[in-house]
T-cell receptor, first 112, second 112 residues
Framework: DTAVSQTPKYLVTQMGNDKSIKCEQNLGHDTMYWYKQDSKKFLKIMFSYNNKELIINETVPNRFSPKSPDKAHLNLHINSLELGDSAVYFC???????????FGSGTRLTVV | GENVEQHPSTLSVQEGDSAVIKCTYSDSASNYFPWYKQELGKGPQLIIDIRSNVGEKKDQRIAVTLNKTAKHFSLHITETQPEDSAVYFCAASPGSNYQLIWGAGTKLIIKP
């Protein structure tokens, strides 16, 4: 009965490949996010969707493309993977912008 | 824009002692301040939050204080236990968009 679930949990792939990470929330929240956490644990916002509309689009390479088919899902597609893309990617959701986020358990992406 | 600074980056305390983590913010319009705990291999989890119309909030061994004049807020953990060992993040919400501005994190180590 996981509130925010993301798959896969681990992803090891070669440079140049294309991969996707999926996220689903069953909390009825209207806003979803993608965060990147580097080896120093810093949390960096990448994208945010509110009611399927893109509202935050930080400076990330355009190889990263989010897609929100509905309010409960936010997927992340990455083209032409590079070594520097290796990190843990977290999906999160919230109700509006003045309440806490619920995070998924993360996807550890390793590019070799 | 908003900027959040968090100190210390690492904090080591004896089991049973208290721990205090401090954050400062720059935007006086910020009105929501959550704290998250991230255990190894997991996503950040909301542990307590405070809004700008409140000076202090307590939940069992955890408390958060907010000083709007000085633009800083602190997390206090009393009677620390081994399970309190984790990375703690503070954040601030400017309120005008759906973005939380995050501190860099504090690694809390509880020594037995």
């Amino acid at each position: 009965d996981t509130a925010v679930s993301q798959t896969p949990k681990y992803l090891v792939t070669q440079m140049g490949n294309d991969k996707s990470i999926k996220c689903e929330q069953n909390l009825g929240h209207d806003t979803m996010y993608w965060y990147k956490q580097d080896s120093k644990k810093f949390l960096k916002i990448m994208f945010s969707y509110n009611n399927k509309e893109l509202i935050i689009n930080e400076t990330v390479p355009n190889r990263f493309s989010p897609k929100s088919p509905d309010k409960a899902h936010l997927n992340l597609h990455i083209n032409s993977l590079e070594l520097g893309d290796s990190a843990v990617y977290f999906c999160a959701s919230s109700q509006g912008n003045h309440y806490g986020y619920t995070f998924g358990s993360g996807t550890r992406l390793t590019v070799v | 824009g908003e900027n959040v600074e968090q100190h210390p980056s690492t904090l080591s305390v004896q089991e049973g002692d208290s721990a205090v983590i401090k954050c400062t913010y720059s935007d006086s319009a910020s009105n929501y301040f959550p704290w998250y705990k991230q255990e190894l291999g997991k996503g950040p989890q909301l542990i307590i939050d405070i809004r700008s119309n409140v000076g202090e909030k307590k939940d069992q061994r955890i408390a958060v204080t907010l000083n709007k004049t000085a633009k800083h807020f602190s997390l206090h953990i009393t009677e620390t236990q081994p399970e309190d060992s984790a990375v703690y993040f503070c954040a601030a919400s400017p309120g005008s968009n759906y973005q939380l501005i995050w501190g860099a994190g504090t690694k809390l180590i509880i020594k037995p």
